[in-house]
């Protein structure tokens, strides 16, 4: 059946692209940018076993990728893009992150390559001053976890299959609402070369990861609101005897208002985490107030996350305070602190900390 579908995606696909007049007027044209940012972090973590006492209290880390758009319009009013993402910091798995080619019209937007799934996309989380620090995926001034289930990467997104290789639909936006949906053959993250075939039946592995996505905009008096819902499923590709591992499923939502330069909101996501006993709640409640060049925020972060062995419940309890101010064109100045509290369901001391953290940074976009 799900073969039979998307047969009919890729016909449909091509009805649309093709026929008199289906060439380009113009050549496509290229665009370069990008963006480089740096932080230099402070920490202060709990010296227990494991966690903290054998990691830099500073740190000094940067981010960044080079970016290459080429974008058309055929005969036919179809718009195409395309565009390829290089890190600046060089990966030893993959230096290309997301890379794909879109079809733009009346009837929504066909994408196929690496790029985000669309219930990711489509979705809103609390707004925060200063998001490249965020308790929410930071990019900088990572806590420490130890053996902690809750991994440094303390996200509250549902980022389930990454940049994998997929197909993903748009629709048009009709009265503030759209509607996403896209299909992930493999559950790898941003896998698959131009001639590579993944490999199947991986214990614990997934595949066929199907997402749906809806979101509503819209204004309200001076007040404007964006919501957004999204569910994600995953089918377990093999299972090893003694292995705990199970089809994933997942749904998250998410809401933001605003008004005078104020902005609140929250997201909460919740899953079963694709293993027995690993079912995880995350939820995260923001709000920032922004006033010509400036802008500051207050988060708070809750996840609890099962642990292997059944040993009850892993906790994160986060908060942060922080801003950004525009110094000009493409050149933002950011900062802030935030608390990370870790708690281990089995009081394990290699698994928890309480660490505060700083950060001061640069992000310049060209």
């Known amino acids: 059946m799900k073969k039979q579908l998307l047969g009919t995606t890729t016909l449909v696909a091509a009805g649309l692209l093709m026929g008199q007049g289906a060439y380009a007027a113009e050549p496509m044209s290229l665009s370069t940018g990008g963006y480089l940012q740096s932080a230099f972090t402070m920490a202060d973590d709990d010296e227990t076993a494991g966690v903290g006492a ?14 290459f758009t080429a974008t058309g319009e055929l005969d036919n009013g179809i718009s195409v893009r395309a565009r390829i993402e290089y890190e600046a910091v060089p990966n030893p798995n993959n230096s290309v992150d997301e890379r794909y080619v879109r079809f733009s019209g009346g009837f929504g937007s066909f994408t ?54 997929k ?53 309200f008096n001076e007040a404007s609101i964006a919501v957004s819902v999204g569910y994600v499923t995953g089918d377990l590709e093999a299972q090893n005897a003694a292995s705990t591992a199970k089809d994933f499923e997942a749904m998250t939502s998410g809401v933001n208002v605003s008004m005078s330069g104020f902005t609140i909101g929250g997201a909460v996501v919740m ?58 064109p493409g050149v933002d100045l ?12 089995a009081n394990a001391a290699a698994a928890e900390n309480s660490v505060l953290i700083g950060a001061l940074g640069t992000s310049i976009y060209f």
Request: no cysteine; proline share 4%; charged share 10%.
């Open 54 to 67: 054998t990691i830099h209290d500073n740190t000094i880390s940067t981010e960044g990728e080079i970016q």
């Open 112 to 165: 196929m390559g690496n790029d985000d799934a669309a219930h990711y996309a489509m979705a809103y989380a609390a707004p925060s001053g200063s998001w490249q620090m965020g308790i929410n995926s930071p990019t900088f001034a990572i806590p420490a976890v130890g053996t902690n289930a809750i991994t440094s990467y303390t996200t509250n997104y549902l980022g389930t299959g990454g940049d994998g290789g």
């Open 167 to 219: 197909i993903i639909y748009f629709t048009p936006r009709m009265s503030g609402f759209q509607l996403g949906a896209s299909y992930q053959p493999d559950g790898a993250n941003e896998s698959g070369g131009a001639s590579t075939r993944t490999p199947d039946n991986g214990a614990g592995a997934l595949e066929t990861i199907l997402t749906v996505g809806a979101n509503y905009t819209g204004a």
């Open 271 to 328: 899953s079963n985490g694709g293993s027995q006993k690993a079912a995880r709640t995350s939820w995260e409640i923001g709000a920032n107030y922004s006033t010509g060049p400036w802008t500051v925020g207050a988060n708070y972060l809750d996840i609890s996350q099962g642990a292997a062995g059944g040993t009850g419940n892993d906790t994160l309890d986060a908060w942060m305070v922080s801003g950004q101010y525009n110094l000009g």
């Open 334 to 345: 950011f900062g802030g602190v935030k608390h990370y509290d870790f708690d281990d369901g």
